[in-house]
T-cell receptor, first 112, second 113 residues
Framework: GQQLNQSPQSMFIQEGEDVSMNCTSS?????WLWYKQDPGEGPVLLIA?????ELTSNGRLTAQFGITRKDSFLNISASIPSDVGIYFC????????????FGKGITLSVRP | ETGVTQSPTHLIKTRGQQVTLRCSSQ?????VSWYQQALGQGPQFIFQ???????GRGNFPPRFSGLQFPNYSSELNVNALELDDSALYLC????????????FGPGTRLLVL
């Protein structure tokens, strides 16, 4: 099935650093979402974006909905060890079932 | 408020067998979606249930089927298991309607030998 494009597969940063992640799609979405998944857990919603151009923050996290509606980015500022995990972007269309289409995820490691 | 729960947490089956996975939706949520997450991949949409009926399906064969019950809980059934069915199966519940957030359970890890 379709997957959104997330790269690189892994990122390694030092505690306290900022990190940005990008997600692109060949098709348009009405909603962009960012989830974090820890080992043995299901994805947990971090930020949801509903309008092209929208910039939304949630604590140290900031995400933007691209104006073309085909991309989004997530920024984490002042990283801490508990930021370790897999970050997924997901797109959603306004349709009958509003299914989520996910990227492959980016594994973030934070060195203390 | 109770979150999404899934059972069992882990399961081992052999090729050709059948399996049933269960999901209890978050309190007040009437819509359940199922996703398959292979190792190293993002979740892939299997299908969604609303008001006890299938409400959209991803690119999965008919041997993947489901049910939703009047209390909004749901089952995912997979017949004639194949090795490639080994994955984490995630259930997500939400309210019906545009832009409603899907909340995921912890998943069931299925291994097919």
């Amino acid at each position: 099935g379709q997957q959104l494009n997330q790269s690189p597969q892994s990122m390694f940063i030092q505690e306290g650093e900022d990190v940005s992640m990008n997600c692109t799609s060949s098709s348009i979405f009405n909603t962009w979402l960012w989830y974090k998944q820890d080992p043995g857990e299901g994805p947990v919603l971090l930020i949801a974006l509903y309008k092209a151009g929208e910039l939304t923050s949630n604590g140290r996290l900031t995400a933007q909905f691209g104006i073309t509606r085909k991309d989004s980015f997530l920024n984490i500022s002042a990283s801490i060890p508990s930021d370790v995990g897999i970050y997924f972007c997901a797109g959603q269309l306004t349709g009958a079932n509003s299914k989520l289409t996910f990227g492959k995820g980016i594994t973030l490691s934070v060195r203390p | 408020e109770t979150g999404v729960t899934q059972s069992p947490t882990h399961l081992i089956k052999t090729r050709g067998q059948q399996v049933t996975l269960r999901c209890s939706s978050q309190s007040g949520h009437n819509t359940v979606s199922w996703y398959q997450q292979a190792l190293g991949q993002g979740p892939q949409f299997i299908f969604q249930y609303y008001r006890e009926e299938e409400n959209g399906r991803g690119n999965f064969p008919p041997r993947f089927s489901g049910l939703q019950f009047p209390n909004y809980s749901s089952e995912l059934n997979v017949n004639a298991l194949e090795l490639d069915d080994s994955a984490l199966y995630l259930c997500a519940s939400s309210l019906a309607g545009v832009g409603k957030t899907q909340y995921f359970g912890p998943g069931t890890r299925l291994l097919v030998l």
